[in-house]
């Protein structure tokens, strides 16, 4: 994913360069963060299955886990946002509300590093018992 955002950087670069006439959406911190976090959950959730059944048999697990995942995401952003002072959302939104966006960057990375490590231990003690 890193290397994608740097090619659309110098794509982009050499376009404007050129006076080629077009609208592009810069890359923000947040939008890379988020990113790479929507990554790290999708692959934390892939790589054990996938090394439990193999890849062939895990195709339409992961097919399925595919759409949960995305129409999941906007019914949570969707409940969030219908419940954003109440409960436990509204207390973790004023939680957040009151951090600098350093902190909040460095709590998706370590939640997004913690999740692949979990996936990680799960994958290789699953892959270790695995018979070929």
Do not use: W
């Not at 077009?22 to 934390?44: D, L, N, Q, R, W």
């Not at 195709?59 to 436990?88: C, D, E, H, P, R």
Request: proline letters at 3%; charged letters at 15%; hydrophobic letters at 55%.
């Amino acid at each position: 994913m890193a290397i994608g955002s740097v090619i659309y950087c110098i794509l982009e670069i050499v376009l404007r360069g050129t006076g080629f006439p077009f609208k592009t959406y810069p890359i923000t911190i947040e939008a890379f963060i988020g990113a790479i976090f929507a990554v790290s959950i999708m692959h934390s959730f892939y790589f054990p299955v996938i090394f439990k059944l193999g890849y062939t048999k895990a195709k339409v697990i992961n097919f399925v886990m595919f759409f949960v995942f995305f129409f999941g995401i906007s019914q949570l952003i969707n409940y969030v946002y219908a419940n954003k002072n109440t409960g436990f959302v509204g207390k973790a939104m004023a939680f957040f509300e009151r951090r600098p966006d350093y902190f909040i960057v460095l709590a998706i990375t370590a939640v997004a590093a913690l999740l692949l490590l979990i996936s990680y231990t799960i994958s290789l003690r699953v892959y270790k018992k695995r018979e070929f």
